[in-house]
């Protein structure tokens, strides 16, 4: 079973370890480009042998089921094959490597689409007024203003970041992720409200 961690969620967990172990190649026609998991057994398992990886042509005919599966890896067409065949049906006759120039080509078009996708919608939010900016800063999500004004009175006193981080664990402050905290995060911090408020960032100082 895979635990949720820092992912988002199991599948989001476990997606690189399929990629990673199928050397970031179809398991079907051999493609790098447009991959995709496959899920072998519908989408309710993450297991990892029910996991695949395909590309986006092989992954639109790949059958469900073990058994259908298996069977279709060793003797059943790839996606560029029925491509390549209904291609024909319509009288246009490419080569496996003029249809793979087209589906890479086709495929940067596609990216380059979302990206520009991607920055008209967050300069729109942006003009709305909205932050559009990433992961918000410590502080600004509910719950975090006291953990930040206890972070600013221990730095106050005097204390480095790691012997603040050491503090906060002793008190069982959670962190944003209900992880524990460590030196480097509350350099983190400070450096940033430091440089928010025009202020020099000091080093770290020792206990």
């Known amino acids: 079973m ?31 480009l447009s991959l995709e ?14 996991l695949a990886t395909l590309c986006y042509l092989c992954h639109g005919i790949a059958p469900m ?33 003029q249809i793979t120039s087209f589906c890479a080509a086709l495929n940067e078009m596609s990216a380059d689409m ?12 942006r003009q709305s007024g909205i932050r559009c900016e990433g992961i918000r800063p410590f502080g600004d999500k509910p719950g975090e203003t006291e953990t930040l004004h206890t972070i600013r009175s221990l730095r106050t006193s005097g204390l480095s970041c790691d012997k603040i981080a ?29 440089l928010a408020a025009g202020i020099p960032w000091e080093p770290r100082r020792k206990p």
């Open 2 to 32: 895979i635990k949720r961690g820092k992912f988002k969620s199991p599948f989001e967990a476990v997606k690189p370890l399929v990629l990673e172990r199928d050397q970031n190649r179809c398991v079907k026609c051999g493609s790098d």
């Open 166 to 194: 050491e503090a906060l664990n002793a008190n069982e402050v959670p962190t944003r992720r209900g992880g524990l905290w460590i030196g480097a995060t509350i350099n983190r911090i400070l450096k940033r409200e430091s």
């Open 114 to 125: 979302r990206v520009s996708k991607f920055r008209k919608a967050r300069e729109h939010i």
């Open 37 to 50: 998991i496959h899920h072998i057994e519908g989408y309710k398992t993450n297991d990892l042998e029910l």
């Open 65 to 97: 089921g073990k058994t259908q599966f298996a069977e279709w890896l060793t003797s059943g067409d790839t996606g560029i094959q029925v491509l390549q065949r209904n291609l024909a049906k319509r009288n246009v006759f490419l080569d496996l490597e």
